[in-house]
């Protein structure tokens, strides 16, 4: 007998919504991404002079140092949100894919408010309805195929 390759099972499709929140996803992380490097490339201490002169505060103000220190943080959090849409793409990782989202929501670490919050939002109500659910749940990965075929090693290594 030939040697026949195992076929995989066939994927389901995705449910509706999935790829709209991923890619949504992908977008407002990336549009956080160069919007914080944008920020920094302005230059921080511009920025923080700037800030101490508006406020009055003088160095010990914490708003001072939120508005300084969110685009650092964005720079090292939206690719989280950008590795949890291509996650989500993928169907792998379904708690990475729910960080990501949750991370777009959150105000400090993103510099686009207004892309982030609703699609994360948009992507956590599509993570948590009943389909989309059972589609992560179907997306095992199926076991490899045996290098040997019908005759393979088996149990017993391929010599019998």
């Known amino acids: 007998m030939a040697y026949q390759p195992a076929t995989a099972a066939p994927m389901p499709s995705r449910p ?5 929140a991923a890619i949504a996803l992908i977008l407002s992380g990336a549009a956080s991404f160069v919007s914080a490097a944008i920020w920094m490339a302005a230059g921080l201490s511009v920025v923080h002079d700037d800030v101490q002169q ?14 300084l220190f969110s685009p650092v943080l964005s720079v090292f959090l939206s690719p989280a949100t950008i590795i949890g849409g291509v996650q989500m793409l993928r169907r792998r990782n379904r708690r990475l894919t729910t ?9 400090l670490t993103g510099c ?3 892309a982030g919050i609703p ?16 589609w992560y749940r179907s ?14 090693a088996g149990q017993y290594g391929p010599w019998r």
């Open 119 to 134: 699609c994360g939002i948009y992507a956590l109500f599509v993570l948590r309805r009943a389909e989309t659910m059972a």
């Open 16 to 20: 509706p919504g999935v790829t709209g």
């Open 139 to 152: 997306g095992a990965a199926p076991p490899p195929p045996d290098p040997y075929g019908q005759y393979g």
């Open 99 to 107: 960080v990501g989202a949750v991370l777009a929501i959150v105000p």
């Open 54 to 67: 508006q406020v009055g505060f003088g160095g010990s103000d914490i708003f001072a140092y939120v508005v």
């Open 112 to 114: 686009c408010l207004l």
